[in-house]
Nanobody, 124 residues
Framework: VQLQASGGGLVQAGDSLRLSCVAS????????LGWFRRPPGKDREFVAA???????HYTDAAKGRFTVSRDNAKNSVYLEINSVKPDDTAIYYC???????????????????WGQGTQVTVSS
């Protein structure tokens, strides 16, 4: 199983950004997926998750500005961030939810495969 995240970079506060994650080595449409992020000097934290049918879950902080989506035909999951803020600066990771986990999968232990991360840096 491989998860490859991309789409990060240096952006200005107020911009929009879409992160992508392409999966391989798995039957993509049957898996639930999530996004985490690790801000500088902090622990990795849950951001959003999406189920097989498109059901979504967000942290309270992510609601309203973050949108998680998936395209099963492209084996891809996306995280769109609107009106980015300097506090959104982090390494963003996509991950696959373990089959036995309940919903919502908000802790790292609920995931069994991780991408390498993509750096997002927001300048003020």
């Amino acid at each position: 199983v491989q998860l490859q995240a991309s789409g990060g970079g240096l952006v200005q506060a107020g911009d929009s950004l879409r992160l992508s994650c392409v999966a391989s080595g798995m039957f993509f449409s049957t898996w639930r997926l999530g996004w985490f992020r690790r801000p500088p000097g902090k622990d990795r934290e849950f951001v959003a998750a999406i189920g097989w049918s498109g059901r979504t879950h967000y942290t309270d902080a992510a609601k309203g500005r973050f949108t998680v989506s998936r395209d099963n035909a492209k084996n891809s999951v996306y995280l769109e961030i609107n009106s980015v803020k300097p506090d959104d600066t982090a390494i963003y990771y996509c991950a696959r939810v373990h089959t036995s986990q309940f919903w919502p999968p908000i802790v790292e232990g609920a995931y069994d495969a991780w991408g390498q991360g993509t750096q997002v840096t927001v300048s003020s």
